[in-house]
Nanobody, 122 residues
């Protein structure tokens, strides 16, 4: 089993940057694909980005492509989401999750963190 804890969220102005972290305990995170998802009030949870076990393959939602970068440091058992040029529509609770396949489908991810709030003001 893997326990995931997100951190790094906060309140920022449009155009600013934030870096989210997803730290794992229990089994080593290098055994898993890791994805970032987000959920805004009144909306369904949506895929943001995912990274392969080794970090050599990544995929992004079109809405964040070119602004967000997912990376991982397996020695630190941590995955990051660097978010640049933030927009008010990026406001949401951001979750990390671990799974076995690099995919945008939430059903493929087994372990989930509790989330971290990101709020972008205009």
């Amino acid at each position: 089993q893997v326990q995931l804890v997100e951190s790094g969220g906060g309140l920022v102005q449009a155009g600013a940057s934030l870096r989210l972290s997803c730290a794992a305990s229990g089994r080593t995170l290098s055994s898993y694909v890791v994805g970032w998802f987000r959920q805004a009030p009144g909306k369904e949870r949506e895929f943001v980005a995912a990274i392969s076990r080794s970090g050599d393959s990544t995929t992004y939602a079109d809405s964040v492509k070119g602004r967000f970068t997912i990376s991982r440091d397996n020695a630190k058992n941590t995955v990051y989401l660097q978010m640049n040029s933030l927009k008010p529509e990026d406001t949401a609770i951001y979750y990390c999750a671990s799974g076995l396949s690099i995919t945008s489908w939430t059903g493929e991810y087994v372990y989930w963190g509790q989330g971290t709030q990101v709020t972008v003001s205009s």
